[in-house]
């Protein structure tokens, strides 16, 4: 365990290296940017040490490997986020112990969370993924909505009760236009949040970048980035 913890630690040092550079570069305060380990395939023993090296906010993307998870972890101080595609019939799970849901993308999945939020007693943060490869009023392929969707899906979260309008996320798309472009993405996504806020002031977070271009996320403007790899090392293989 105590090298498990070296080798986390030492990642962590690396990974907040590179964001502090990226804001160096991009002329803004390191506070500016909030670091979320996603923890996704790791055990519970490893979110415990990443606590203890400071980590506050994680994320899963799995309900069925972040349920047990974040039960054998409720005694620690931490920021859970929801970041994949969230079918209703796991919503009340997921209630029960995300903070954060970065992966609203259909007025369904609103209603749903908003029922589990109130019966839970809960609020909810939420963010719509946009996805910048779907085409008009399409859902992309690894999930998300279609930009023209931004705002009525901004308006149904709003209006909901149980939930709160945070921001905006996406992930670099592999297809379309900005496939590979991941600046250019993450660029467009500032333009939309820009948008969102001129409606919605307080939805100022924008999730975006991950271990191999968080520093373009940095240089676009984003105020989160998800970090897996870099900090928990390659992920095992899964069966």
Not at 13 to 40: D, F, N, W
Not at 84 to 91: D, E, I, M, S, W
Request: charged share 25%; aromatic share 2%; proline share 3%.
């Amino acid at each position: 365990m105590t090298d498990r913890r070296a080798q986390l630690a030492a990642n962590l040092a690396q990974v907040e290296e590179r964001i502090a550079s990226a804001c160096a570069s991009a002329g803004r305060e390191r506070e500016e940017v909030t670091l979320v380990v996603v923890t996704k395939t790791y055990p519970a023993s490893d979110v415990r040490m990443l606590h203890e090296l400071g980590v506050r906010q994680v994320a899963e993307n799995r309900d069925q490997d972040a349920a047990p998870k974040a039960a054998a972890c409720a005694d620690l101080s931490l920021t859970w986020h929801f970041v994949g595609q969230l079918q209703t019939n796991k919503v009340r799970s997921v209630a029960g112990y995300a903070d954060v849901v970065q992966s609203v993308d259909r007025v369904k999945l609103v209603n749903a969370l908003s029922a589990a939020a109130v019966g839970g007693g809960r609020e909810l943060g939420c963010l719509i993924q946009v996805a910048l490869d779907a085409e008009s009023g399409e859902r992309g392929d690894r999930g998300g909505v279609a930009p023209d969707m931004i705002e009525e899906l901004a308006a149904s979260v709003e209006a909901a009760e149980g939930l709160r309008l945070d921001g905006l996320m996406t992930v670099a798309p592999l297809a379309g236009p900005y496939a590979g472009r991941q600046r250019a993405a993450f660029d467009r996504l500032m333009e939309f949040s820009s948008r969102l806020r001129g409606n919605h002031p307080a939805a100022n977070m924008v999730s975006a970048g991950m271990s191999a271009d968080l520093e373009d996320a940095v240089a676009a403007g984003a105020t989160h980035v998800r970090v897996g790899t870099a900090v928990l090392g390659v992920r095992p293989r899964l069966g």
